[in-house]
Nanobody
Framework: VQLQASGGGLVQAGGSLKLSCAVSGRSWSSFAVGWFRQAPGKEREFVAAVSQSGGNTYHTASVKGRFAISRNFAENTVYLQMNSLKPEDTAVYYC???????????????WGQGTLVTVSS
């Protein structure tokens, strides 16, 4: 399975962005997909995940209520809608795939390239 993230950019605090993760390859729907982020000088953080069916989601506490992950099977794409953005959300965002609906961020074996999100104050 291959993943390609896009949609990053520069936005003011309080604004919104929608990231896309295009997923290709056989049986892509058999993989759960997660979003991660890494800010400069910090460790990678697990942000959100959506199950294989799309019926179950996970969001880390710092983004709950502001971010929403979803998947569109017709478009082979997983989205991360980000609202009420804060400067501390500034990071490179990555999408990744796991054979299980893993909510720890550990079991993700397939990774896309990152997309930079910058939130100005």
């Amino acid at each position: 399975v291959q993943l390609q993230a896009s949609g990053g950019g520069l936005v003011q605090a309080g604004g919104s962005l929608k990231l896309s993760c295009a997923v290709s390859g056989r049986s892509w729907s058999s993989f759960a997909v997660g979003w991660f982020r890494q800010a400069p000088g910090k460790e990678r953080e697990f942000v959100a995940a959506v199950s294989q069916s799309g019926g179950n989601t996970y969001h880390t506490a710092s983004v709950k209520g502001r971010f929403a992950i979803s998947r569109n099977f017709a478009e082979n794409t997983v989205y991360l809608q980000m609202n009420s953005l804060k400067p501390e959300d500034t990071a490179v965002y990555y999408c990744a795939a796991s054979a299980t609906f893993d909510k720890t961020g550990v079991e993700y074996d397939y990774w896309g390239q990152g997309t930079l999100v910058t939130v100005s104050s």
